[in-house]
């Protein structure tokens, strides 16, 4: 007997052996359990998911000697038959090579006709959506109004080229890509019944490979057995599938959050010289980029992950090295340069310098951080504490007087306190210069753990340490930031680093402070004076800073005019 292909071999001859369409296969079988029996199937989606063979398993259930049934024999000559192709009664149509009107006419005319033997006359009709407009047409009302004990099923990988007039007269089965895990079971019961032994990992490489359609899957599981014999290895795998070694993909990973653009290009090299193509090696990087991105996102979840455990514990040491907005965007840069480098000439030149640019990208800050940093409407930034010298009633707050703190600290009210402007001073500490230290050590490890943060905080005027809590004056014109001050994991946050600092469990409150009133000049001149020099300040402090030094640069400006919001 001549060799039959695993694809074949193994074709469902059975509802209970279908693998990985669980929806469509329970709606057939109540169909035919409570005879309620449509006069038209569509059945669509990507190739190898089981279309045709769940088109031959109906046939078989309606025409079955003990038909219609969920259960058919397989040894009635119906059943025979319509595994071999060669019943009389169930035409196997192929739509692109039969696709013009007088193909359909005479399909119309051998409708008219009773079955021969069977209990259904069933045209199946393989990629029907490559019909004409006009075989269409010529179909439309035979398919409206069929004449009894005709049934049939079309199959298509491309539903929506199908006109809607057509869709609306057949019950519509989407077939889904099947799951990677149910591809890789299947593999390997097939490899058991073929007495070849083969390792989980290299089911999973396959499975991962035919990307949801099982045909494929066992095509290519066909191939490896036919270059490995019964022993089949992970490297033969690799070697005849043209699969990346994984141990590559991920020295490609580490090697970019050690920022080493130049293991990068050897690596490169590695990859090219043994013959792989560029495009193949980016989208394996991606994928890889990817399954560290949900080892951290969603690590709980095998359904969501799907990965092997080899795999997983190859990779989990790894993921602490990036956070999620770091494998965002080598995700994104692999995706913006794989377009690229596909039609490019020099493809080797582009991926080389997609490396080094990977380097670079997890060194990017989030745009919301930066953001936070920039004062109001270009207020210059004022020096982050108060002066050295001890301020009034010995707090560690900086005096009203003084530029406001650009790194402040803020919580939300205490329970029952309701703040208002021009609030009552807290009461002074014990030790002035111990309060100032705790208050200067929490900002810094704000500022440094917490960019973000830091930044809202920089609008305060002073901080304090009371008794009881950590108390952060806000003053009013500048009572936007206090609920992004307030967010739960803010709150949280800072009564940690409160905690750390000072060894107390202090609550944190926020006050809103009445700007103190300008002093009256008594001669008008005076008053010219005092502007011209507080003006001349803030440009000499603006133009220390690094944020509009940036600016500056970025658009090639200067300073035209300034003031003090």
């Known amino acids: ?40 199937y569509l059945f669509s989606g990507v190739r190898g998911v089981g279309k045709t063979s769940v088109a031959r398993l109906l046939a078989k259930a309606l025409n079955c000697v003990n038909g219609p049934t969920v259960r058919p024999c397989n040894v009635c000559s119906s059943c025979v038959e319509i595994a071999a192709s060669s019943s009389l009664d169930v035409l196997e149509i192929d739509g692109a090579s039969n696709n013009s009107v007088d193909d359909v006419r005479d399909l119309r005319e051998t409708v008219r006709y009773a079955p021969s033997r069977d209990r259904y006359r069933i045209f199946i009709i393989d990629e029907v959506h490559m019909l004409s407009s006009s075989a269409f047409n010529a179909l439309l009302k035979t398919l409206e109004e069929p004449p009894p004990r005709v049934v049939f099923i079309f199959a298509t990988t491309e539903h929506r080229k199908i006109p809607v007039t057509i869709l609306s007269r057949c019950q519509h089965f989407e077939f889904r890509k099947i799951a990677r895990r149910e591809i890789a079971a299947h593999l390997g019961r097939v490899c058991a019944a073929e007495a070849v032994s083969i390792s989980p990992h290299a089911l999973d490489l396959i499975a991962r490979l035919a990307d949801g359609s099982l045909r494929d899957a066992q095509s290519a599981l066909d191939q490896v057995i036919a270059y490995s014999g019964s022993a089949v290895k992970d490297e033969d795998v690799r070697t005849i599938l043209g699969v990346l070694d994984r141990e590559i993909l991920l020295a490609f990973m580490e090697k970019i959050a050690a920022k080493d653009p130049a293991a990068l290009l050897e690596l490169i090299d590695r990859v090219l010289e043994t013959g792989h193509d560029p495009v193949l090696f980016l989208n394996s990087l991606m994928e890889q980029a990817r399954d560290l991105l949900l080892l951290k996102v969603a690590a709980d979840s095998p359904k969501t992950l799907e990965l092997a455990e080899e795999d997983r514990a190859a990779m989990a040491p790894l993921a602490p090295r990036f956070s999620e907005e770091d494998l965002l965007r080598i995700m994104d840069g692999v995706a913006r340069e794989e377009g690229r480098i596909r039609f490019s000439a020099q493809p080797r030149y582009l991926l080389e310098a997609l490396a080094v640019r990977l380097c670079h990208l997890a060194d990017l800050t989030p745009l919301e951080d930066l953001l936070a940093r920039f004062p109001e409407e270009d207020e210059p930034v004022a020096p982050r504490m108060p002066p050295a010298a001890d301020p009034p ?36 500490p014990a030790d002035p210069g111990e309060v100032r230290r705790q208050v200067e050590a929490i900002l810094e490890r704000v500022d440094r753990e917490r960019s973000t943060l830091g930044g809202f905080l920089s609008h305060a005027a002073f901080f304090d340490l009371e008794d009881s809590a950590f108390v952060i004056s806000l003053p009013e014109d500048k009572a936007v930031f206090r609920a992004s001050i307030e967010r739960k994991e803010y709150l949280s946050f800072l009564r940690d680093t409160i905690a750390a600092v000072t060894g107390r469990r202090l609550e944190v409150k926020i006050r809103l402070a009445r700007p103190a009133p300008a002093p009256e ?40 005019d300034i003031e003090e919001v």
């Open 521 to 560: 000049i008594a001669a008008p001149a005076a008053a010219g004076e005092a502007r011209d020099s507080k003006r001349k300040q803030l440009l000499e402090e603006a133009h220390r800073s690094p944020v509009v030094k940036s600016f500056l640069d970025l658009f090639q400006g200067e300073i035209s």
């Open 393 to 428: 009633r010995g707090a560690s707050a900086a005096a009203p007087s003084e530029p406001p703190s650009p790194r402040p600290v803020a919580e939300p009210v205490a329970a029952g306190e309701t703040p208002a402007g021009g609030a009552v001073p807290p009461a002074p």
């Open 1 to 40: 007997m001549p060799y039959q292909v695993l694809a074949l071999k193994y074709r469902p001859q059975t509802f209970d052996e279908v693998v990985g369409q669980r929806a469509v296969v329970q709606t057939l079988k109540n169909s035919l359990e409570g005879s309620r029996i449509a006069h038209a």
